[in-house]
């Protein structure tokens, strides 16, 4: 597609509940990035997708989080047990890979805004 | 490790005065360098790049950026704040091969009429 698709783009969850929130990159894009932005923060690197080598997992904040990519296209960032401290934006970004990123920059989407009550 | 430091958490300016939004970075290579904005509700929109060309980058809406390495930093400027450009502002850089972007803590911009 034209952009980067993130669905959906609201959530509200109770404590506990599992959420999914999923990402459709822009297509030929080999790199996929998670990131969050709770309130009053800055955002917080969770985790990046280059095309069929191991994901960078190192900001995943705890084993609750977890993050796959099918077929090196669409990403699920799965939340588990959800907590409130949880409720932040998650941002999903999606750019050619190494070099070209920086040639030709980052997409960012519009963001999950997620709610835990 | 790579990171940016936004000076000023909040810049508010009037309307038609010029706008200088400040970031310093700290990187142990030659970074590349981004600024990005976000409107409410919206996602996040870059505005220009650095990336070891020239020093002095032009981005959108009127907006540049020069690039220090003396004093290391990597400052938003444009010459007329226009009330659309009421955001938050990211000083963001690149790690060593792109593998993620470090985001700075925001400057959020308010234009008084």
């Known amino acids: 597609g034209a952009g980067v698709s993130q669905s959906p783009s609201n959530k509200v969850t109770e404590k506990g509940k599992d959420v999914e929130l999923r990402c459709d990159p822009i297509?030929?894009?080999?790199?996929l990035y998670w990131y969050r932005q709770s309130l009053g923060q800055g955002l917080e690197f969770l985790i990046y997708?280059?095309?069929?080598?191991?994901?960078?997992k190192s900001g995943l904040p705890s084993d609750r989080f977890s993050a796959e990519r099918t077929g090196g296209s669409v990403s699920t960032l799965t939340i588990q047990r959800t907590q409130q401290e949880d409720s932040a934006v998650y941002l999903c970004?999606?750019?050619?890979?190494?070099?070209?990123?920086?040639?030709?920059?980052?997409?960012f989407g519009s963001g999950t805004r997620l709610t835990v009550v | 490790a790579q990171s940016v430091t936004q000076l000023d958490s909040h810049v508010s300016v009037s309307e038609g005065t010029p706008v200088l939004l400040r970031c310093n970075y700290s990187?142990?290579?030659?970074?590349?360098l981004f600024w990005y904005v976000q409107h409410p509700n919206k996602g996040l929109q870059l505005l220009l790049k650095?990336?070891?060309?020239?020093?002095l980058v032009k981005g959108i809406n009127g907006f540049e950026a020069e690039f220090k390495k003396s004093e290391t930093s990597f400052h938003l400027t444009k010459p007329s704040a226009h009330m659309s450009d009421a955001a938050e502002y990211f000083c963001?850089?690149?790690?060593?091969?792109?593998?993620?972007?470090?985001f700075g803590q925001g400057t959020r911009l308010t234009i008084n009429p």
């Open positions: 297509s030929g894009h080999t790199a």
């Open positions: 997708f280059q095309g069929n080598s191991a994901p960078d």
């Open positions: 990187s142990s290579y030659s970074p590349s």
């Open positions: 963001v850089v690149s790690t060593q091969g792109a593998q993620k972007l470090v």
């Open positions: 650095y990336t070891s060309a020239a020093t």
């Open positions: 970004a999606s750019s050619l890979a190494g070099g070209q990123a920086l040639a030709y920059g980052y997409t």
